[in-house]
């Protein structure tokens, strides 16, 4: 797990400017997910050679002042669960007010290490100014302005010291399940199908589950871990700071995971927000199974299920490789497929192709389809070969790679799923001058 990195304070102290700061103008950002709330509220950064997730708190503005403290409260609570390091940031223009009295007396009741950022040190007088806030009882006052960056190195030289230990990573065999979807499609219902109990609380109140809850399961004499995530919301419905968290457990349960299942209401339909997923699960070279759960209420014929299959491959065209199923955990019809179907994508995804072979299918599908001429210079591959399993990795030496059209290169993907399978298994192709 990354460390995590929480930035809480009162509305108005540059919270989200803070934010931006140390994610975007950094350039170290990895990926961010942009408007989850109101605003950009989780990134990945990297920082010292470590790298960590940076969350903003920011967003929670009423009018009322009992109203606004009982959300920061929340807020606070919530960072003090799942951070490694809390920056709680004030405003030097300002100075000490009530709310940040209060907060520093919330955050001093943990045992997270707290910096406090005194922001808007824009200039050398007021960085001095930062000393007052020595008075809410913490050591380590750090005067930084987000606006023009002053300051924020060292601040983050010291986040990262304060980070616990890496660990080290011990390989296990058992594969990990990310259970994923939007909420209410049945993932509680569909973990509990499987482990014959109720292990997660199973209502029809969508984001019921707001923990990963991580279950064993043993079949066919091989074990898996079911990781059954909390629902995710479309963005601008995340309201609450609850949901947030919840939606970012998701996201680093999709991460960590070798297999994710997302499971879809067959009766509600494909919709953005699970193309969205399938995208992060994808850009994570994860291995993908695609569930249409809740089949028995859907009204059949002979073509129900062809026609269904067509009409999401049409919305995702570039992943037509993910295997489709067809499930009811109210009845359990088809449940134990997934896990058989999480064996075959393994197998597919540790699959190793022979240079030998690699080059005898480019030679027959340069015939089928040559290369094409680009600004004068006909584009040659000289030879390939596959440098990664698990996921798998193709290296594609040529001559003026930059210039291979992109359509040439997915062509290549296709006519490579074609012959060699990979089916449910996104595959990386690297392209580079002989």
């Not at 799942?82 to 943990?110: P, W, Y």
Request: charged letters at 30%; glycine letters at 6%; zero cysteines.
């Amino acid at each position: 797990m990354l460390p995590v990195v929480s930035i809480v304070g009162r509305p108005n102290v540059g919270k989200s400017t803070l934010f931006n700061r140390l994610i975007g103008e950094r350039k170290a950002i990895v990926h961010d997910l942009a408007g989850v709330t109101r605003d950009r509220h989780y990134g990945e950064s990297f920082w010292g050679g470590r790298e960590f997730s940076l969350i903003d708190t920011g967003g929670y503005v009423p009018d009322d002042q009992d109203v606004m403290m009982q959300g920061i409260r929340e807020q606070v609570h919530l960072a003090v669960d799942e951070s490694d390091v809390i920056l709680f940031i004030v405003d030097v223009e300002t100075g000490i007010t009530d709310l940040d009295k209060n907060i520093a007396d919330l955050l001093r009741r943990q045992k997270r290490p707290v910096l406090v950022i005194a922001n808007k040190a824009d200039n050398e007088q007021r960085s001095w100014q930062a000393s007052e806030f020595y008075a809410l009882g913490y050591d380590e006052i750090f005067s930084v302005s987000s606006v023009n960056g002053t300051g924020t190195g060292d601040l983050l030289d010291r986040v990262v010291e304060l980070f616990p230990e890496p660990q080290e990573h011990l390989e296990n065999d058992t594969p990990k399940l990310a259970i994923v979807g939007r909420p209410n499609v049945g993932k509680s219902s569909m973990v509990n199908a499987l482990l014959g109990y109720q292990r997660s609380i199973v209502t029809d109140i969508a984001g019921t589950t707001r923990d990963s809850i991580n279950s064993d399961i043993i079949y066919n004499d091989k074990q898996y871990i079911l990781v059954d995530t909390a629902g995710l919301r479309r963005k601008t419905k995340v309201n609450e700071s609850v949901e947030f968290y919840s939606t970012l457990r998701t996201h680093k349960a999709v991460r960590e995971a070798d297999i994710v299942v997302l499971i879809i209401d067959a009766v509600q339909g494909f919709e953005a927000q699970d193309i969205r997923i399938l995208a992060e699960a994808e850009r994570f070279n994860k291995g993908i199974i695609l569930v249409l759960n809740k089949w028995d209420l859907v009204e059949k014929d002979t073509n129900t299920f062809k026609d269904y299959v067509e009409a999401v491959y049409e919305k995702i065209p570039t992943m037509k490789y993910i295997p489709v199923l067809t499930t009811s955990a109210l009845t359990k019809q088809r449940i134990f497929k997934i896990l058989e179907l999480t064996d075959e994508v393994l197998e597919e995804r540790g699959k190793k192709i022979s240079t030998s072979h690699l080059n005898k299918f480019i030679e027959d599908v340069t015939k089928e389809r040559p290369v094409p001429v680009a600004r004068g210079v006909q584009l040659k591959i000289k030879y390939a070969t596959q440098v990664k399993t698990n996921p798998p990795v193709f290296a594609f030496f040529m001559n003026k790679p930059s210039d291979l059209p992109a359509n040439y290169r997915r062509f290549l993907e296709n006519r490579i799923r074609d012959t060699f399978g990979f089916s449910g298994v996104p595959i990386t192709m690297v392209f580079k001058e002989k």
